[in-house]
């Protein structure tokens, strides 16, 4: 079946006795049994029964087996914000005196996890231009945990060769790790790409309009963690995917990172219309972006789905017609964008990305506000750019806004 009719058909995992059509939200914490032996199994791993809500939780768990359903993951694994998803499993393959090979082109807190966070455990940052196949090759070396980048990252709006990063990552027996969040699953199948493990951060485009934090792991099992010295032995003694059987039984029990099961019935909710609300926003993206740089003002728009854009190529190839809702353009002054920022009568001044309604921010004052200018200009953040997430409206309101607004 196509991607919409599985996530609006996917089963439950036990008949509702009510027969109802949408998953009952469990607001339960415990869950009773019937016997000791029973509870045994359970909180052992040996029975699929739900046994505390921090760990799994039917409603949580009907979330994951409905992106299962439509991507083919091995494992998809929820929790309660993106950057939960991308620290709990940078924790769960990383390891002091290891390595993170990455671009410099991160989201702000993604970059701090690594260069700061992680660095303060013993495990060093390498960014490096992910573009340039060979100095990324030369990056990675016996020490490297992982190879991490954004597909398209933001707000620089690069996008690097997956298919040739995956094969140095074969190369090099490390894993590929992507934060797929700008271009949804329903668009793009990252394994197809060579992505072993996906990150999502489904508060953007599944919860439906910016309705609830959460994160998701997809976990293809297509990397060999033999090749791994942190997760070697689990691989020899569990038969089942090392990376996700570390992260269920170990790192997402310790650190508490759970998604809620209010959470997941919302983002159930935005499953079921999240491919024709992602090519509205789209189509609405890729015409605003051509129309922008035609105003006066305007320096630069920056959106890999037009033509010309470096790496548009690229982008085309791995996303087709559907790169991402999100663009950027630059004006002449970080002065100039607080002004145009200011005038805006339509769309709304916020951060968060594909939010429902059109938002605008001023990248390098908010998002990478704490940083230096220094390390703004190693991560290509200009104090000139303004970053879009492009919602719902009608193209000619949201155009309308746009032309008043540099007037």
């Known amino acids: 079946m196509e991607p919409e009719t599985t996530l609006l058909h996917a089963r439950f995992p036990v008949s509702d006795p009510y027969g109802a059509l949408n998953m009952p939200v469990y607001h339960s914490v415990a869950y009773e ?49 993106g950057m939960a998803a991308i620290a709990n499993t940078l924790i769960a393959i990383a390891r002091a005196g290891g390595n993170i090979v990455t671009s ?19 495990v060093e940052p390498r960014f490096v231009d992910l573009t340039d196949i060979e100095k990324t090759r030369a990056c990675i070396d016996a020490n490297t945990c992982a190879l991490f980048l954004e597909v398209i990252t933001n707000p620089q709006m690069e996008v690097a060769d997956l298919k040739m990063l995956s094969s140095v990552c074969r190369e090099k ?14 668009a793009f ?16 485009y599944i919860s439906g309009g910016a309705t609830s934090l959460g994160g998701l792991v997809l976990d293809y099992n297509t990397f ?18 090392a990376f996700s059987t570390k992260v269920r039984r170990e790192i997402h029990r310790n650190l ?39 105003l006066k003002g305007v320096s630069s728009v920056n959106y890999p789905g037009l033509p010309g854009h470096p790496h548009h190529a690229v982008t085309v190839a791995q996303f087709g017609e559907f790169p991402g809702a999100m663009f950027t353009f630059d004006l002449a002054s970080r002065e100039a964008c607080f002004r145009f920022i200011d005038r805006l009568q339509l769309i709304r001044r916020a951060t968060n990305l594909f939010d429902n309604k059109t938002l605008a921010i ?46």
């Open 33 to 81: 049994f019937e016997t000791a032996a029973q509870m045994e199994l359970a909180f052992t791993g040996k029975s699929p029964e739900h046994v505390y809500s921090r760990i799994t939780n039917p409603t949580v768990q009907y979330f994951e087996n409905r992106v299962k359903a439509v991507t083919g993951a091995a494992d998809v694994i929820s929790f309660n914000s």
């Open 104 to 122: 410099p082109h991160l989201f702000g807190n993604t970059y701090s996890l690594i260069a700061y966070t992680l660095k303060e455990f013993g």
């Open 224 to 241: 060999d963690w033999r090749c791994s010295p942190k997760l070697r032995p689990l691989t020899e003694q569990f038969n089942t995917p």
């Open 362 to 407: 001023h990248p390098a004052s908010t998002i990478f506000g704490t940083f230096t200018e220094e390390i703004r200009q190693q991560m290509d953040v200009s104090q000139c750019t303004i970053r879009i997430s492009v919602g719902l409206e009608a193209e000619e309101d949201l155009f309308a806004d746009f032309a008043q607004a540099l007037a």
């Open 173 to 186: 027996r490390v894993p590929l790790i992507a934060d797929t969040t700008i271009v949804p699953f329903t």
């Open 189 to 204: 199948r990252a394994a197809d790409f060579g992505v072993d493990i996906e990150i999502v951060s489904s508060t953007k």
């Open 256 to 294: 508490g990172a759970c998604m809620t099961p209010e959470v997941a019935r919302l983002q159930l909710n935005g499953l079921e219309t999240l491919v024709v609300r992602y090519e509205r926003v789209v189509r609405t993206c890729r015409a605003l972006a051509a129309r922008v740089r035609e």
